[in-house]
Every structure is written in structure tokens, then in C-alpha cells.
């Protein structure tokens, strides 16, 4: 793949999420928290990811466009925002049969001050079960990269 060529990731996700709706199944994605600019709800979180229920029945509108998918979703009784970009998706299925694919996961290169200048309005959210995330700025992974933001 020549440098100059984006990912073929968006336009995959894309093309499964309309196969697997077109069919009447249930679209599921399979997301890795650690990657950078992931937005989601931390309560629901298991092995550092998080399947999400991307039906139009489930979610009502989505945004696909860009680098990332966008929606809202009702957890535990609460609407959340929730962002993840494409290079989160580990994978992308129909929840009745399970067909879909894997996807290899994409860390963006992410510059220092980029992990230090993310917006104040995005914070982690605490949960009993996980104290030890009680501070506001997103966790950083080893490789300087943030490993996830949470609004509340």
C-alpha cells in the first residue's frame, strides 16, 4: 500500500454494516478501548473491549463519515455519546449468525501535545467496580498514546 493511500478500513466497516442491515441481521462491532479517540462508556468495558449493537433499531442515527463512527446509546437507562474510530474495530458481525470479519486494530500517530491538549469537556467515568480510574485525564498508554476518553 503506497503511503499516500488512506485506510481501506472505513470503506470495509461501511460496506459489512450495509450487508449485514440489508440483510435484516443485527450489526455488532467488536472496539479496543486503548486506541486514541475511543469514546465510550468504561462500565461496560470487559478485557479492554466493548461490543456495541450499531442497529438503526438500537441507536437511531449514525455517522460513518470521516475517520470515525459516531452515535448515541442508551446504557443502563443513560444516553451516551459515543465515538470510535475506525481503527478501534476489531471486528464487525451479524449478531444472529455471527458472519462479518475481523479487523486488524489501527493505532493513529498521535503527537505529544495532541494526548496533552485534549478537550477538557472529556473525562473518564468511574464505576464501584473500577477506582482506579478516578482521575480526569485519559489514561496513556506506554506508547504515549491515550488509551481512552470517556465523557460523562
Known amino acids: 500500500m503506497s503511503d499516500s493511500m488512506t485506510s481501506s478500513k472505513p470503506y470495509i466497516v461501511r460496506a459489512f454494516y450495509d ?3 440489508d440483510n435484516q441481521l443485527t450489526p455488532y462491532v467488536v472496539v479496543d478501548v486503548s486506541v486514541y479517540g475511543v469514546l465510550v462508556p468504561m462500565a461496560y468495558v470487559s478485557d479492554g473491549q466493548i461490543t456495541l449493537n450499531i442497529s438503526s433499531s438500537a441507536i437511531g442515527a449514525i455517522s460513518m463519515a470521516g475517520e470515525q463512527i459516531e452515535f448515541s446509546a ?4 443513560k444516553l451516551e455519546n459515543i465515538v470510535v474510530p475506525f481503527g478501534a ?3 464487525i458481525y451479524a449478531k444472529e449468525n455471527g458472519a462479518g470479519t475481523s479487523l ?3 493505532h493513529p500517530d498521535v503527537e505529544e501535545d495532541a494526548v496533552e491538549s485534549s478537550p477538557a469537556a472529556l473525562s473518564t467515568v468511574t464505576s464501584d467496580d473500577d477506582s482506579d480510574q478516578t482521575n480526569a485525564k485519559p489514561k496513556v498508554a506506554s506508547k504515549g498514546r491515550a488509551s481512552l476518553k470517556v465523557i460523562k
Not at 442508551?74 to 437507562?77: C, K, N, Q, S
Open 104 to 106: 486488524a486494530i489501527e
Open 19 to 21: 450487508w449485514i442491515s
Open 74 to 77: 442508551r446504557f443502563g437507562g
Open 89 to 91: 474495530v476489531a471486528a
